[in-house]
């Protein structure tokens, strides 16, 4: 995945948050942003959440991305994301990450699960 413009905000344990614009990287061809584009920074912000839970001799990858999306955000607009963990085991993190235009419209909920792998 190229850059997306992603920047976060806002890291802890327990929650994340980032904005990405909505621009020629991130929108459909009718200006509106793009649901991969979504998935990708809720896949983003989740994976951070899931690393500054592991150890050292630990590593994640996702394993589930799933989203609901509820309305649109417009070319020029920035969204920004707000991941907060929802289950902290030792082989696996859920997440759950809201979307929200600048107006704070919800743009779209989604789930993301990760695996937390040994490093070998």
Known sequence: MGNLGILYTYVSEDR????????Y???QPFGILHG???LALAETVAGLGSMVLCQPDEFV?????????ISSAHEGDTV???ATIVHKGRSSHVWNVDV???TNKLVSSIRVVNSVMKKR
Do not use: I, K, N
Request: hydrophobic fraction near 40%.
């Open 16 to 23: 994340v948050e980032a904005t990405m614009p909505v621009d």
């Open 25 to 27: 990287r991130t929108r």
């Open 36 to 38: 991969g584009a979504t």
């Open 61 to 69: 990858v996702g394993m589930q991305v799933s989203g609901s999306h």
């Open 80 to 82: 920004r994301a707000v």
């Open 100 to 102: 929200f235009t600048s």
